[in-house]
């Protein structure tokens, strides 16, 4: 996995620009640990930061294909193509020949083979810039469920283009400035697709390219999910789904660094654990090595909460005795989740303060403790949004609220245990310019305008086809990018074999019914890897990713948020309720303060480090 970023600009000349292209590109040196490299033409610049992973010698990039002398096409590239291999296969039969053992040439040469129809052919995770020099077009491309990042800055000669929003702002020409419409975004857990906060930028959607030309840019959408009828009976369903997630796993195996999993001892991290244990032993490359977040004394101290019933530890525990792995558990503390480096590597990483509190810090401080040991680790992420596992898929009252469901549930106060709301502590006035319920309306409603359904979707499978769709196309995207930022800001490769399209493609259109034929959550996950999994961790309920219950951990926030209250100059205070603030501060810390000061907090920490103009 790798950072790109990149500028176009047809009015200039761009090759004595190599400053400002290693400018933008240093920003991405985490992303890509491994090497670093430039590429400059008369009209279009490629920066890449680069984390080996397949054909270490081979894979330098930025990448180009030439012919009697002449440059074809130049490609700054992240991602991996799974199938890369069978693609070259193909492509050497048509003529095509290599000089490295990489995907990135591969995706070079099915371009030139293909033209743009050469993405619906990629499997993988990918987010990729394409610079024909004979036509001066640039292509950006972004894989179909969206795991790699892409974003770009539209300018009045070209486009400015990166992984993330800071090597695009690295640029001396712009400024970051957020309006009142990015900031209702930031505040709100909508994830609208192509929506970047700040001003002028826009994310590549899902499953979409960007076409940048002299006249302007274009957008086009090359795959998205559709409604087909389901024909296949239980058994074949269930049958089906194993051999997808086989060939998956053992897709996504391939690697020429180290490579483990995530292991929560949830069903989700548990199937793919165990899955990658069965093809790595197959493959004479086992035991499977895994890894697992815990926090000092949650286990023995843990109390349930409306979110998580039951610790991640025994289970954990558990699958990897089961099938043999080579288990670690990565224990934090509340001294490290509150570390002010580690929180700031964090921020830095995200780029904006939109994020999980604690579950974001843990997040990283896990990544950074086994990219010590790993470089590229398989993670069960997704699961939830493709078959069904969140509580609120099966609360009616959610279901068939007028709004994203997550939001009907109090997700953002809830994550963390706490009960409050992320806004608490923002000022009314502020709200009321916002309009945050307004906000939220207008982007639940686009997004059901998008919905494919069938004549035949009534009542309840309608609506479920609705509620997957809002979780496949707006949350995931929440998580998918938390997840990109923590372990990209660590040089750690995250792979997410949930988000195959063709098993979320397939699932979608699966009738309800059969996603819940044993009433409980995720039924054909559970059917289909129950075999390979110890019962109780076949049966244990849904269990969120951790957060710590150490009462000092709130006893902190609480003291940072006093802090805060008496710095007349911090950046934030203009936006905060001071009403709300002092009884936030007052003594004794009480859970319900906690999102809206991990909130605010960050936000604090965004302003004064990135000088962001707030133009409300």
């Not at 020409?173 to 930031?186: M, Q």
């Not at 493709?386 to 009252?397: I, M, Q, S, T």
Request: proline share 5%; with cysteine; glycine share 10%.
């Amino acid at each position: 996995m790798c950072g790109i970023t990149g500028w176009i600009s047809y009015d200039h000349d761009l090759s004595g620009q190599r400053a400002t292209l290693e400018a933008m590109t240093e920003t991405m040196a985490c992303r890509g640990p491994d090497a670093a490299g430039l590429w400059l033409d008369t009209h279009a610049a490629f920066g890449h930061r680069r984390l080996a992973v397949i054909d270490p010698d081979g894979g330098k990039q930025p990448m180009t294909v030439t012919h009697d002398g002449r440059t074809l096409l130049v490609t700054t590239y992240s991602g991996e193509v799974y199938n890369y291999r069978e693609l070259r296969a193909e492509l050497e039969q048509l003529g095509h020949t290599f000089r490295t053992h990489s995907d990135t040439e591969v995706v070079l040469h099915a371009y030139l083979q293909w033209g743009e129809a050469f993405a619906e052919r990629l499997n993988g995770m990918y987010a990729l810039a394409l610079w024909d020099p004979r036509s001066r077009q640039l292509l950006l491309l972004r894989d179909r469920m969206g795991i790699k990042p892409l974003y770009y800055h539209p300018t009045p000669d070209g486009v400015l283009f990166g992984s993330e929003p800071k090597a695009i702002l690295a640029h001396p020409s712009l400024r970051p400035t957020v309006d009142a419409e990015g900031l209702a975004e930031l505040i709100t857990f909508t994830k609208t697709p192509g929506h970047a906060v700040y001003q002028g930028m826009h994310e590549v959607r899902p499953g979409h390219l960007v076409r940048v030309g002299r006249g302007g840019v274009t957008v086009k959408r090359y795959w998205a999910l559709t409604a087909r009828e389901h024909t296949d009976d239980l058994g074949t369903t269930v049958v089906h789904i194993r051999t997808l997630l086989d060939d998956i796993v053992d897709r996504q195996l391939i690697a020429d660094v180290p490579l483990c999993t995530l292991l929560s001892g949830g069903l989700d991290s548990s199937a793919i654990t165990a899955l990658a244990a069965g093809a790595l032993a197959a493959q004479g490359r086992g035991p499977v090595r895994s890894f697992a977040v815990d926090f000092t004394g949650y286990t023995e101290n843990f109390r349930p909460d409306e979110l998580r019933g039951t610790p991640d530890g025994p289970y954990a525990h558990a699958l990897a005795e089961h099938v043999r792995a080579e288990h670690q558990d990565i224990v934090l503390d509340t001294a490290a989740l509150m570390d002010p480096g580690h929180r700031a590597a964090v921020l830095a990483a995200r780029d904006l303060p939109n994020g999980f509190g604690d579950g974001d810090t843990s997040l990283y401080l896990l990544f950074k403790a086994i990219r010590e040991q790993s470089t590229v680790a398989l993670s069960g992420e997704s699961a939830d949004e493709v078959f069904g596992g969140y509580r609120w898929f099966h609360d009616p009252e959610a279901v068939h609220a007028d709004t994203f469901p997550w939001i009907a549930a109090g997700l953002s106060g809830r994550f963390a245990g706490g009960g409050g709301t992320r806004e608490a502590l923002l000022d009314r006035g502020l709200l009321g310019k916002l309009d945050l319920p307004g906000y939220t309306a207008r982007r639940y409603r686009e997004a059901l305008a998008e919905v494919p359904r069938l004549d035949s979707d009534t009542g309840l499978q309608r609506r479920m086809r609705e509620i997957s769709y809002l979780h496949l196309t707006r949350f995931v995207q929440i998580l998918l990018d938390r997840k990109d930022r923590a372990s990209m800001a660590v040089g750690l490769e995250v792979r997410v074999p949930f988000c195959d399209h063709r098993l979320v493609d397939y699932v979608f259109n699966t009738p309800w019914s059969m996603k819940v034929f044993d009433g409980r959550e995720k039924s054909l996950l559970r059917a289909a890897t129950r075999e390979v999994l110890p019962d109780a961790v076949a049966d244990r309920v849904k269990s969120p990713y951790p957060s710590t219950q150490d009462p000092c951990y709130l006893e902190a926030l609480h003291d940072e948020l006093k802090e805060l209250a008496a710095d007349r100059a911090a950046p934030v205070r203009p936006l905060l309720d001071s009403g709300a603030l002092a009884q936030a501060t007052a003594d004794g810390a009480t859970p319900g303060m906690r999102p809206g000061a991990e909130l605010v907090l960050g936000m604090n920490a965004w302003l004064r480090t990135t000088g962001t103009t707030l133009e409300l």
